[in-house]
């Protein structure tokens, strides 16, 4: 009886051509899984970027095409002292509350930072405000800040006189720094969480073991442990600064305070280049600048930091 044989060879054409058919196809589906991603970019960021760049260079308004000027719109920002304004504003934000949302938070993650009883409350009460709309925290903050509100009711109270909180220039423009602050604590707290997390427990209690009290124990040794993340913070919390538009306008109003003093350069933004008469290539030239500013602020905090690493 013969036994069966084992037949083994080169595939037929027909297996090759199913191979070279999969090795046809298999380049083409990595983009057929990022095209919509890529599609949303392109359309709500691309697009509108390069758009944007391009009006900088034209006069166009909101209901006319408009014709290409050069540089006219960016000469005119030079003269224009809304501008200065806008900028004073937008630069003394970043100032005032840069420096409280890379301090803040890392002390309030280290309050929140051990496990006893009942932290979880306090955890999820400082991350609140985050989640909340800022246009409810806004006008929760303007109710209490009014001539009539709660604040000034109870400085009357106690024999004060009311403080303008909403018609001074300067407080006007601290007061909605104070929102910022407030509403950003619990966001940057959860990222200084994670990176405390990281920090190994006996470095602090070798330092412990040296002597170190708490207050040399955190500039020893918690703060070199997260210089990174204090770097990441002050990025993105200068960025956002710098295009604070919510809190000042709920605040000050749509002409930014007092003869439009506590204009900030989004603020800017918004009034020129809306409406039936809207000025869309001076507004995008305003835009540009924005841009241009916030990537200025990025180089510099890293640059910094390299410094400091060197």
Avoid: C
């Avoid at 083409?28 to 899984?33: E, I």
């Avoid at 806008?86 to 890392?106: E, F, H, I, K, T």
């Avoid at 920090?199 to 209690?205: A, K």
């Avoid at 800017?268 to 290539?281: F, P």
Wanted: hydrophobic fraction near 55%.
């Amino acid at each position: 009886m013969a036994s069966p044989t084992l037949t083994t060879g080169t595939p037929g054409p027909g297996k090759n051509r199913g191979a070279r058919r999969v090795r046809r196809q298999l380049p083409a589906s990595p983009w057929l899984f990022a095209a919509p991603g890529l599609l949303i970019t392109g359309a709500f960021i691309l697009y509108p970027f390069v758009s944007t760049l391009v009006n900088s260079f034209t006069d166009r308004r909101t209901l006319v095409p408009g014709e290409f000027v050069g540089l006219a719109n960016f000469r005119e920002l030079l003269h224009d002292d809304m501008f200065w304004i806008g900028l004073r504003n937008s630069s003394l934000y970043v100032l005032g509350v840069v420096p409280a949302l890379v301090l803040l938070p890392l002390l309030l993650a280290l309050l929140v930072q051990k496990n006893i009883p009942g932290i979880t409350f306090f955890r999820s009460a400082f991350y609140t405000p985050v989640v909340a709309s800022i246009v409810v925290v806004g006008l929760i903050w303007v109710w209490l800040l009014d001539e009539r509100g709660l604040v000034n009711s109870l400085l009357e109270m106690l024999g004060a006189s009311p403080v303008g909180f909403l018609s001074d220039q300067w407080l006007i423009l601290l007061s909605a720094m104070g929102v910022t602050v407030w509403k950003g604590l619990g966001y940057y707290m959860i990222i200084y969480l994670a990176a405390l997390a990281n920090v190994p427990r006996e470095l602090h209690e070798a330092a412990a073991v040296d002597g170190a009290g708490a207050v040399r124990r955190f500039l020893t040794v918690t703060v070199p442990a997260v210089r990174s993340t204090m770097v990441l913070v002050a990025a993105l919390s200068s960025v956002a600064a710098f295009k604070v538009f919510s809190e000042v306008y709920l605040m000050a109003g749509p002409s930014g305070g007092p003869a439009g003093e506590d204009t900030t350069l989004v603020m800017l933004v918004q009034r020129t280049g809306t409406g039936l008469t809207g000025r869309v290539g001076y507004a995008s030239a305003l835009s540009v600048v924005v841009f241009v500013v916030t990537v200025v602020l990025m180089l510099l905090v890293l640059r910094a930091d390299r410094k400091e690493e060197a």
